[in-house]
């Protein structure tokens, strides 16, 4: 259990300190590297690897994926290793926060699927590979990023339970009702029969 009273300070820095790494935007950077131009001017305008797939370049869109996740997973070893496994799963709810709002784009981020993702990985692997083969498999299916993320991160708790990891099923709860927050707009549009496909170019 996490002592508050005795953690305070640390648990902040660690925070702090998630919050940052979670808020480098990858996306955006990669863009730069391949000059693919200012990824919140293409498509939807999301920093995300969904989005970065529009421009055509799927090595730029595998490495914002990597990157994305890995920053989240990071921040989750990092205040497991140094602090504690409350922690560090509070690092890696502050890079999802980052991500999301990060400070460095003036808090308009991305969605938070490959951070949930690489979070839950860090966390309780078994759940974090569940969490992913039911975005593939939902991803084969329909051909749809969102309805993907949206099954996939809706699967967390329930998949936290069935494999016996019960300590992030409250973790995972919190960042998928994030992620549907962050997918309002894909929502709407999903009921109204016109989300875009994978791969559909900008």
């Known amino acids: 259990m996490l002592d508050i009273t005795a953690s305070l300070p640390l648990v902040v820095v660690a925070a702090v300190l998630g ?3 979670g808020a480098i935007p990858f996306g955006l950077v ?17 920093i995300g690897a969904t989005n970065v797939l529009r421009t055509g370049s799927k090595t730029d869109a595998f490495l914002t994926l990597i990157c994305d996740a890995g920053k989240a997973g990071a921040a989750v070893l990092l205040g497991s290793a140094l602090l504690g ?9 502050a ?11 003036g808090f308009k981020g ?9 979070t839950l990985i860090a966390v309780a692997w078994p759940v974090g590979l569940a969490c992913c083969a039911t975005w593939l498999v939902t991803a084969a299916l329909f051909r749809i990023s969102s309805l993907a993320a949206l099954v996939a991160s809706a ?3 329930l998949w936290a339970l069935v494999l016996g990891h019960g300590s992030a099923a409250l973790l995972a709860g919190l960042l998928a009702g994030l992620v549907w927050i962050r997918h309002a707009a894909n ?3 999903l009921l109204q029969g016109t989300e875009p496909r994978i791969g559909k170019k900008a």
């Open 110 to 118: 991305g969605k938070g699927v490959a951070t949930y993702l690489g």
């Open 30 to 46: 990669w863009a730069r590297v391949f000059n693919l131009g200012d990824l919140r001017q293409i498509g939807s305008g999301n």
């Open 155 to 157: 699967s967390g708790v």
């Open 187 to 189: 929502i709407s549009r």
């Open 19 to 21: 919050y940052l790494l």
């Open 85 to 93: 496994p409350a922690e560090g799963q509070i690092a890696g709810f």
């Open 95 to 105: 890079a999802f926060l980052g991500h999301c709002f990060p400070i460095y784009l």
